[in-house]
């Protein structure tokens, strides 16, 4: 593999999930974007979104965004990732983009769980009906974005281990053909 493969889709559609067991079956290395910035700087996702803000958050990420794509890698991108500072077109231009998508109800039981709500800044407060509704309303205003990925990819069955592994050998087959 020489391009990096950018998986992008909304939080909890398994973008770290289903990343990790494609490099692992593609034999390449796997980054999530949310840990490299957190090990560049030293801080979690949210106390650089408490201490900082969402706007230094973006620029750090553009920053992450622009390091990682010079590696030959699969590449766990934030939610948010492509809706910001023109990193859609960066990773269109530098990579190959794939879509993950998931039934809103599949994302939104994946975050109500209290571990996945602890890690993400903007669900922490939320009941699990603001949640779905949340989900609802960020999803259409990021789909836009999301649909520029060169690809689009069903990521809804990695509940378990061996789904996840199987939906990562179909998505690897799916590349090996491009």
Same mark, same amino acid.
């Given at each position: @593999?020489?391009?990096?493969?950018?998986?992008?889709?909304?939080?909890?559609?398994?973008?770290?999930?289903?990343? =990790?067991?494609?490099?692992?079956?593609?034999? *390449?290395?796997?980054? /999530? %974007? /949310? /840990?490299?910035? #957190?090990?560049? !700087? #030293?801080?979690? &996702?949210?106390?650089?979104?408490?201490?900082?803000?969402?706007?230094?958050? $973006?620029?750090?990420?553009?920053?992450? %965004?622009?390091?990682?794509?010079? @590696?030959? !890698?699969? *590449?766990?991108?934030?939610?948010?990732?492509?809706?910001?500072?023109?990193? @859609?077109?960066? @990773?269109?231009?530098?990579?190959?983009?794939?879509?993950?998508?998931?039934?809103?109800? $599949?994302?939104?039981?994946?975050? !109500?769980?209290?571990?996945?709500?602890?890690? $993400?800044?903007? &669900?922490?407060?939320?009941?699990? #009906?603001?949640?779905? =509704?949340?989900?609802?309303?960020?999803?259409?205003?990021?789909?836009?974005?999301?649909?520029?990925?060169? %690809?689009?990819?069903?990521?809804?069955?990695?509940?378990?281990?061996?789904?996840?592994?199987?939906?990562?050998?179909?998505?690897? =087959?799916?590349?090996?053909?491009?």
């Amino acid at each position: @593999m020489t391009q990096t493969i950018f998986l992008i889709g909304y939080m909890g559609c398994g973008k770290s999930t289903l990343g =990790a067991a494609l490099a692992s079956v593609m034999n *390449v290395p796997f980054i /999530d %974007l /949310d /840990d490299y910035i #957190e090990e560049k !700087c #030293e801080a979690k &996702i949210t106390e650089i979104f408490r201490t900082m803000g969402e706007t230094a958050f $973006r620029q750090l990420e553009q920053q992450a %965004l622009r390091e990682v794509a010079a @590696m030959p !890698c699969i *590449v766990a991108c934030g939610g948010g990732t492509p809706c910001f500072e023109g990193n @859609m077109q960066l @990773m269109n231009r530098t990579g190959i983009t794939i879509w993950l998508t998931t039934e809103v109800e $599949r994302i939104a039981a994946r975050l !109500c769980l209290p571990e996945q709500k602890a890690k $993400r800044p903007l &669900i922490a407060n939320k009941t699990d #009906e603001e949640i779905h =509704a949340f989900i609802t309303t960020q999803l259409a205003a990021r789909t836009p974005f999301y649909s520029q990925a060169q %690809l689009q990819f069903d990521s809804t069955h990695i509940e378990t281990a061996p789904d996840t592994l199987h939906t990562a050998t179909q998505l690897a =087959a799916l590349l090996q053909n491009l």
